[in-house]
């Protein structure tokens, strides 16, 4: 079973960085579509970036050249770097898995149905 653990969340000022990370269990992620959810409080659950097999990532506009995506050397690691952050960037950051090898083809956020609880981040102005 997959199970997923979010960890780096925590309050920073804008302009400031973080990097989030995520641990996987009983799974070895290398050949599955993984990604990043955030959710903030009213607001829709918003997909952030997800990652393909062989490295192929994606982004959110809203993040588009500000956050980073990416596979740690380490076994089943995921990051999230993230820069010059902004108070809309607060949020919940989930990572999330798909549970199937669709050829390590992610098709958008679809398939991404496997989430951790979440760690937080809050970008203070």
């Known amino acids: 079973q997959v199970q997923l653990a979010e960890s780096g969340g925590g309050s920073v000022q804008a302009g400031g960085s973080l990097r989030l990370s995520c641990a996987a269990s009983?799974?070895?992620?290398?050949?599955?579509?993984m990604g990043w959810f955030r959710q903030s409080p009213g607001k829709e659950r918003e997909g952030v970036a997800t990652?393909?097999?062989?490295?192929?990532?994606t982004y959110a506009h809203s993040v588009k050249g500000r956050f980073t995506i990416s596979k740690g050397k380490a076994q089943n690691i995921l990051y999230l770097q993230m820069n010059s952050l902004k108070p809309e960037d607060s949020a919940m950051y989930y990572c999330?898995?798909?549970?199937?090898?669709?050829?390590?083809?992610?098709?958008?956020?679809?398939?991404?149905?496997?989430w951790g609880q979440g760690t937080l981040v809050t970008v203070s102005s």
């Open positions: 990652i393909e097999s062989d490295g192929t990532t």
């Open positions: 009983g799974y070895t992620f290398s050949n599955y579509c």
């Open positions: 999330a898995a798909d549970p199937v090898q669709r050829g390590g083809y992610c098709y958008g956020y679809k398939y991404l149905e496997v």
